[in-house]
């Protein structure tokens, strides 16, 4: 089992900044690749981000590139989504995932972003 949840969302104006933190628990941190997800209301739920377990490989969605960084920290078992230049499109609810082989079993309770105009 991995427990996982995040934390750093909150309300922040176009243009600003947040940091959201997926922190772990549980079986080897560092065996699972970790993705980022983003769902917003009425919308169904979408890939933002993705880290492979050494942290050597990372990803994004087109909408994010420039804006978004992911990272990971293995000995404080945490992976971070810095997110720059936030627009209101990206206000979602904000999920990790924990995964390998391509299955993501593991998921956080989500943490909201709302970015306004």
């Known amino acids: 089992q991995v427990q996982l949840v995040e934390s750093g969302g909150g309300l922040v104006q176009a243009g600003g900044s947040l940091r959201l933190s997926c922190a772990a628990s549980g079986r080897t941190f560092s065996d699972y690749a970790i993705r980022w997800f983003r769902q917003a209301p009425g919308k169904e739920r979408e890939f933002v981000s993705h880290?492979?377990?050494?942290?050597?490989?990372?990803s994004y969605t087109d909408s994010v590139k420039g804006r978004f960084t992911i990272s990971r920290d293995n000995a404080k078992n945490t992976v971070y989504l810095q997110m720059n230049s936030l627009k209101p499109e990206d206000t979602a609810v904000y999920y990790c995932?924990?995964?390998?082989?391509?299955?993501?079993?593991?998921w956080g309770q989500g943490t909201q972003v709302t970015v306004s105009s």
């Open positions: 880290i492979s377990s050494s942290g050597g490989v990372r």
């Open positions: 995932a924990a995964g390998r082989y391509g299955t993501w079993g593991y």
